[in-house]
């Protein structure tokens, strides 16, 4: 059982697919062509944002906000000691310093109140990440940022589509960063990614920070980059994108598929799901002891399962020159000692989370002996 199938979901769209790509190859236009510009009309439009540029990868999203608040050497940025390494390294990349922060031990999102302790004069900005597909606490993540005049980067690379109190996610900050990586809720056949932003201003800097900071072929008028979503992507991904809704809410079905089948297992922690908020299910993700043991045995009956993620940002070998030690930061520690991610798609079926829920009791079981 794999952790993923994207063939299964291929299969339903094949001939859309085809199509969409047959008119890229026939139009010959492969860069920044009519489907970069309507995806991102696309996308602003079900995000709720006023305009979304395009870009190379989630990544790069990352870095193009961070560039466009004008964060670089000497900025502090606060991120969540439990994400993607992307996080944090797209603020070191730009010289400024990720400060990080520990998590909640429900959600495993930002702790707001452990990242408030962080703030200093230097602090920049502040980015919040929608782990697994659940929103972090955008109300008490936006007081945050209003009390001490920071800018809120989201990222979105799990979650596009879930929602804080019904509104989506990237229209909460001062810009949004969603990654179309294959495995994504909305993913591409390929890498890419997009920047949303509570500004249409702010969206034209970044459309030509993107492009070598022009605007204007051959006429660059600030210190760009290179990083612009492919046309054949943006094409693939507009089909897909017309079945994000209907994907998610099929995610959440498997998801409630997986909690009715281990209820009342006590060795298995499943994922809390705020009231507030509505869950993509990027993952489903629980939490078990002797972790690795389970994981073995579950290779054993051939169910994929992934670790997302082994070791905290905050202990990172790139980031040990900051000063962090084992201890620092518990929860995020902890949890990256016990997280197991299971297969999750839209296309699993009821006997499908059967056999999974049955071999991972077994599993726990056995460990436990």
Sequence with gaps: MPILDLKAQYDGLREEIAVAISGVLESQHFILGPNVSALEREIAAFCGTPSAIGAASGTDALILALRAAHVGPGDEVIVPAFSFIATADAVSILGARPVFSDVDPDTLNLNVAHAASLVTPRTKAIIPVHLYGQPADMDAVMALAMRHNLLVIEDCAQGLGARWRGTRVCAFGD?????????????AYGDGGMVTTSNEEDGRHIAALRSHGSTQKYHSDIQGMNSRLDELQAAILRVKLRK??????????VAAMYRAALAGQERIQLPYERPEATH??????????N???????????????IVYYPIPLHLQNMFQDLGYRQGD?????????????????????????????????????LVAV
């Design 175 to 187: 810009y949004g960063c969603i990654s179309f990586f294959p495995s994504k809720n909305l993913g």
């Design 244 to 253: 994000l809704e209907e994907w998610n809410e099929a995610r959440r079905q």
């Design 280 to 289: 993509v299910y990027h993952q489903f993700t629980v939490r078990i002891e």
């Design 291 to 305: 972790r690795d043991a389970v994981q073995r045995q579950l290779a054993e009956a051939c169910i994929q399962s």
């Design 329 to 365: 930061l518990p929860v995020a520690e902890r949890a990256s000692s016990e997280v197991l991610s299971l297969p999750m798609y839209p296309e699993l079926t009821l006997s499908d989370i059967d056999y999974i829920t049955a071999k991972l009791i077994e599993a726990v079981s």
